[in-house]
């Protein structure tokens, strides 16, 4: 272990023991991440804390991490129910290799934002395609409530999921492969 000269922001002392445990967070729609909790304890006046706010840049790591991971899963998943990389670019109107930047790590809180609308209710980019046009969403919807009703009747137990807690455990992302945008 590395030796770092840490100094108590309360009385100054260099007299610190480091202690670290692992920590979870989870991510919405997505997996739970460990991370690494460091905290520090001032052995001259007792003052206690993550000093260096180490547990804060591996809390934001491990996030993105897994923000990345689930970023990519959604948008591997998206054909399966007929949603393509340059359909979704050109419904949403967002510029060429858009997707494959995100796919890469390289998005926005607002990019993860759509993603998990878009993982809720696929249908929406067949809404987007319309050009959000009012009668057509409406009609969009009723279909999707039609659909969902219809699984729903079919096999009850079908949208209930176990949380998922394992880090190798699949997202279940678009559960219902019957509905096809634009069918
Ligand atoms: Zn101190």
């Not at 419904?91 to 607002?110: C, H, I, M, Q, Y």
């Not at 319309?130 to 137990?157: G, M």
Request: glycine share 4%; aromatic share 10%; net charge positive.
């Amino acid at each position: 272990m590395t030796k770092e000269s840490v100094i108590c922001p309360s009385c100054g002392s260099n007299a610190v023991s480091r202690h670290e445990k692992n920590s979870f967070g989870q991510l919405t729609l997505g997996h739970q991440f460990s991370y690494k909790a460091v905290s520090f304890k001032c052995k001259t006046c007792n003052e206690e804390g993550d000093f260096l706010g180490i547990s804060d840049q591996n809390y934001m790591d491990a996030q993105k991490d897994a923000q990345t991971t689930f970023a990519k899963n959604i948008l591997e998943n998206m054909s399966s129910v007929g949603i393509t990389m340059a359909m979704f670019e050109r419904v949403f109107e967002l510029p060429t290799r858009t997707l494959t930047r995100w796919k890469n790590g390289d998005f926005s809180a607002g990019a993860l934002a759509l993603l998990r609308i878009i993982a809720t209710y696929p249908w929406i980019v067949e809404v987007a395609e319309h050009k959000f046009e009012r009668s057509y969403a409406s009609f969009v919807v009723i279909k999707a409530a039609a659909n969902e009703l219809h699984e729903q009747r079919k096999n009850p137990t079908l949208h209930y999921y176990e949380r998922q807690t394992s880090y190798e455990a699949p997202i279940p992302v678009f559960s219902n492969k019957n509905v096809r945008i634009g069918a």
